[in-house]
């Protein structure tokens, strides 16, 4: 089975190498658990070996997406320049335009610009298009089989509930994703501290770590420490 690394070598040693090929893996996790970071390392990864990338923003501008990257060292400019990377923006406001490009122009723009790797960012805001759960669940799958016929391997960030921060707003994504990766805070009883702890919930056909191990967003990215255990 070939593996597609994370770009975030903790991670990337909890998944057992890395993310199966063609797979596609939602990250879950609240505000400010570091969602967008994860998935614009892993778009860099992609890049730095040479594999063409889109990464798809619901949420902010494609120049907030650069600015982002580039407070991380990250010059996304570069990778536009030489046709490796498109970063689309998708308008949540526009939902009749948006669902269309998403349903009929999507999947052929991920055939013929022969993308490697894939990020949306986020699946939520997608899904909240659709006000019937019926609705959502068809659209949804459709969207997945659609990006899985591309051959691609994608990276979809997802809400949580906030009185369940390991399920996500609709309750669908982590269903139907081949892969988990859990983000949270962890606040102990009597600790003035926060954590921020990643957990590996599942990948299909992959044997993985199932254990939260802490992680930091520094200046570098997403580091995950392997080594140390969550208090």
Sequence with gaps: MELVGTGVEGLDEMLGGGLPRNHIVTVLGAFGTGKTTLSL????????????CIFITLEETVESIKMNAQSFGWDLQKYQDDETLAIVK???ADVKTTLTRVKSELPEFISKFKADRLAI?????????????VERRTH???????IKATGTTALLTAEAKDDNPRSSRDGLVEYVSD??????????EGSKETQLVIQVVKVR?????????????????IEVHTEADVF
């Design 140 to 146: 949804l799958f459709e969207l997945y089989q659609q």
């Design 41 to 52: 390392q892993f778009i860099m990864e992609g890049l730095t070996k040479g594999e063409k």
């Design 121 to 133: 960012d986020s699946i939520s805001l997608l899904n909240m298009m659709f006000p019937d759960e």
């Design 179 to 188: 892969g988990v990766i859990l983000l949270l805070f962890n606040e102990p």
């Design 205 to 221: 056909r992959r044997k993985h770590l199932r254990q939260k191990k802490p992680y930091l967003i520094t200046s570098h990215g």
């Design 90 to 92: 998708l308008e949540p």
